[in-house]
């Protein structure tokens, strides 16, 4: 089982290896593996200085592994070609800015970076879309979108469930803003309907900012130098902090 495991994997290797140089993204040195028992869908890491592409026994035998590869391949393209969204140094001086040095508690800082991450997630899929025929597989993605787009904290009762919730409207904003930016036909209008009911279950005042997050994420410019995009994230953070303060 564990050979034949091995064995497909290297196959999809070859392939997403292949699909990416042919778009026009070569990358190299990448390592890809297989943890059974990883109980998401993957990830990428890095050991030795060497990326490393992480795919789960459900994404490979969910059929999924191939969209997942490219898509973490997506995110060492941009690493390895000096995308400043990709550039941790550039990120953690930012956070640290934004933050005013300021001693923030783990989940503040978990927080951050997860929205950092959907940035980055935009830019890696980006490249996911040059790949894939978005007709195609259209049902699939509007599945994995909802799947961003979560139930609110109805009443939050300290300053941890304020940032629950502001992560969770730039969650569905990511959602939303990944179809519109890569032209993904939102099928019986599944996404839009459940952000309208997610806004409407947050306080108006957080639920205004909503399209501020949605738009910054729609129009992120491919070509971006490091000033550009140290002043995108700085304003993008900062409202986010202003949002946790929101009741």
């Known amino acids: 089982m564990k050979k034949e495991q091995n064995k497909r994997l290297e196959k999809l ?16 040195n990448v390592a890809i593996v297989l943890d059974e028992n990883l109980p998401y869908m993957g990830h990428t890491t890095e050991i030795d200085g060497v990326p490393v592409v992480v ?34 140094e550039l990120i953690s001086s930012i956070v640290s800015f934004v933050v005013h040095g300021k001693v923030i508690e783990p989940y503040q800082e978990e927080a951050l970076y997860a929205i950092i991450n959907n940035l980055q997630d935009l ?23 909802l799947g961003w787009i979560h139930t609110p904290l109805k009443k939050a ?26 032209n993904v036909k939102d099928k019986g209008g599944l996404v839009e309907n459940a952000v309208k009911i997610f806004l409407s279950q947050v306080s108006p005042t957080m639920a205004v900012k909503y399209d501020f997050f949605k738009n910054l994420m729609i129009n992120l410019p491919e070509k971006v130098t490091e000033k550009e995009f140290e002043k995108i994230l700085i304003n993008y953070l900062a409202e986010f902090i202003k949002l946790t303060n929101v009741a």
């Not at 459900?58 to 997506?74: C, D, F, R, T, V």
């Open 55 to 88: 795919v789960s026994g459900m994404a490979l035998s969910g059929g999924m592994a191939l969209n997942l590869i490219i898509h973490e391949l997506g995110h060492v393209y941009r690493t390895q070609s000096g995308h400043p969204s990709h550039d941790s």
């Open 123 to 145: 830019y890696s899929d980006d490249i996911y879309f040059k790949i894939f025929d978005k007709g195609k597989s259209s049902d699939n993605i509007n599945e994995f979108f």
């Open 157 to 182: 009762k300290n300053r941890k469930d304020q940032w629950i919730n502001a992560g969770y409207l730039l969650s569905a904003a990511f959602a939303q803003a990944n179809l519109h930016r890569h």
């Open 13 to 28: 290797k070859t392939e997403a290896f292949s699909l990416m140089e042919k778009a026009g993204f070569h990358v190299n």
